[in-house]
């Protein structure tokens, strides 16, 4: 059984900073890549960066230079640094296990409930 758990996330101001965090099932966490995502309101879900097992990243051009992904394997955990955050950012923001070449969910099933990031002054 997948489990993902989003935690981190509440109202900061423009340009401040907030580490969303996303604990994984072992199972999945230790093989897979693993990705952030984010849905704004009235809005598609869409994918924010990628983290391989390897701990190489990409990042969405909207968040490249902003924001940055790292994970631990002893804690199964995979971390979103955010850093001058915009308005725009305000969104529910999930994790995942990915499928690096088309960036979908490799358990589109099994989200967790998200965090809720609100960036407002």
């Known amino acids: 059984q997948v489990q993902l758990v989003e935690s981190g996330g509440g109202l900061v101001q423009p340009g401040g900073s907030l580490r969303l965090s996303c604990l994984a099932s072992?199972?999945?966490?230790?093989?897979?890549?693993m990705g952030w995502y984010r849905r704004a309101p009235g809005k598609q879900r869409e994918l924010v960066g990628i983290?391989?097992?390897?701990?190489?990243?990409n990042y969405a051009d909207s968040v490249k230079g902003r924001f940055t992904i790292s994970r631990d394997h002893a804690k199964n955990t995979v971390y979103l640094q955010m850093t001058s955050l915009k308005i725009e950012d305000t969104a529910v923001y999930y994790c995942?296990?990915?499928?690096?070449?088309?960036?979908?969910?490799?358990?589109?099933?099994?989200w967790g409930q998200g965090t809720q990031v609100t960036v407002s002054s």
């Open positions: 995942n296990a990915v499928r690096v070449r088309t960036g979908e969910a490799r358990f589109p099933d099994s």
């Open positions: 072992g199972s999945i966490f230790s093989i897979s890549a």
């Open positions: 983290i391989t097992s390897g701990g190489s990243t």
